[in-house]
């Protein structure tokens, strides 16, 4: 009777540790559902995108840091950009290639192209993920070319992040439990410190999803789990904010 019970216990859903990246595996059936547990990922990337120009030279390349399905690539269509993506994740660059990026699967801390190679880096939702976030800033900062820009989003290291981003965002059907581990939050007076170290000036703003919007967003999405039908309608936007406390945005030029 044990081994009936151990063995339909192994075949439940599988707990792992905050910010494990097999959880990514786990989820990849959600990257692309408008109202899956990957939505705000998707207001994001629209934001981040929003950051970054047209191209002003052919061939001008984007340097994608933690990709995953490659969420970004809707938004660069139409600036002039090779968008290259980096994850550690197989089954999101799997997506990610579906979706015109071309992929290279490697860690953050050691990218394997050629410094000063890119345009344009993003790191987006990446940060507040990795152990040692200033190598990832460094191996961004590498990769630049002198005048190239920086993009990025993350989670700030507060007391207030730690409520909203943890405590109160996974009691929501929205977010999955122990995606974020808030010992990694990135405080945003080091990383603007660290990002001068490597010659980019990043100059960051608050953000959040536009209140009315997300209050649609969510009533939709009950209303959809309720009746089984599709969540439609208009995601929310990401909007400033004058505090820095929980959620920021930077962008930022390397010199040269």
Same mark, same amino acid.
């Given at each position: 009777?044990?081994?009936?019970? $151990? @063995? $339909?216990?192994?075949?439940?859903?599988?707990?792992?540790?905050?910010?494990?990246?097999? =959880? &990514?595996?786990?989820?990849?059936?959600?990257?692309?559902?408008?109202?899956?547990?990957?939505?705000?990922?998707?207001? /994001?990337?629209?934001?981040?995108?929003?950051?970054?120009?047209?191209?002003?030279?052919? *061939?001008?390349? /984007?340097?994608?840091?933690?990709?995953?399905?490659?969420?970004?690539?809707?938004?660069?269509?139409?600036?002039? &950009?090779? #968008?290259?993506?980096?994850?550690?994740?197989?089954?999101?660059? !799997?997506?990610?290639?579906?979706?015109?990026?071309?992929?290279? =699967?490697?860690?953050?801390?050691?990218?394997?192209?050629?410094?000063?190679?890119?345009?344009? !880096?993003?790191?987006?939702?990446?940060?507040?993920?990795?152990?040692?976030?200033?190598?990832?800033?460094?191996?961004?900062?590498?990769?630049?070319?002198? %005048?190239?820009?920086? +993009?990025?989003?993350?989670?700030? *290291?507060?007391?207030?992040?730690?409520?909203? $981003?943890?405590?109160?965002?996974?009691?929501?059907?929205? +977010?999955?439990?122990?995606?974020?581990?808030?010992?990694?939050?990135?405080?945003?007076? @080091?990383?603007?410190?660290?990002?001068?170290? #490597? %010659?980019?000036?990043?100059?960051?703003?608050?953000?959040?999803? =536009? $209140?009315?919007? /997300?209050?649609?967003?969510?009533?939709?999405?009950?209303?959809?789990?309720?009746?089984?039908?599709?969540?439609?309608?208009? @995601?929310?936007?990401?909007?400033?904010?004058?505090?820095?406390?929980?959620? &920021? =945005?930077?962008?930022?030029?390397?010199?040269?």
């Amino acid at each position: 009777m044990r081994d009936v019970a $151990a @063995a $339909a216990a192994s075949t439940g859903p599988r707990v792992l540790p905050r910010n494990d990246p097999r =959880q &990514y595996d786990d989820l990849a059936g959600e990257w692309w559902r408008p109202d899956g547990a990957f939505a705000m990922l998707h207001w /994001l990337a629209a934001a981040r995108a929003a950051l970054v120009p047209p191209s002003t030279r052919p *061939d001008a390349l /984007l340097v994608d840091l933690g990709c995953g399905a490659g969420l970004l690539a809707p938004h660069l269509v139409g600036k002039g &950009y090779r #968008h290259v993506g980096v994850d550690v994740t197989r089954s999101a660059l !799997v997506q990610a290639a579906e979706h015109g990026v071309n992929v290279v =699967q490697g860690d953050a801390t050691a990218v394997p192209l050629p410094d000063g190679c890119a345009d344009v !880096v993003s790191a987006g939702e990446l940060l507040e993920h990795v152990p040692a976030w200033p190598r990832v800033v460094a191996e961004a900062c590498r990769l630049l070319r002198p %005048g190239g820009l920086l +993009v990025l989003d993350t989670l700030n *290291d507060t007391a207030l992040a730690r409520l909203v $981003a943890v405590r109160i965002a996974e009691r929501l059907p929205t +977010v999955p439990r122990g995606i974020h581990d808030p010992r990694l939050f990135v405080d945003a007076r @080091a990383l603007v410190a660290e990002c001068a170290r #490597h %010659g980019v000036d990043l100059r960051l703003r608050g953000i959040r999803p =536009q $209140a009315g919007g /997300l209050v649609a967003w969510l009533l939709r999405r009950a209303r959809a789990a309720r009746t089984g039908a599709t969540s439609t309608g208009r @995601a929310p936007r990401i909007v400033p904010t004058r505090s820095t406390a929980v959620l &920021y =945005q930077g962008r930022g030029v390397r010199s040269g």
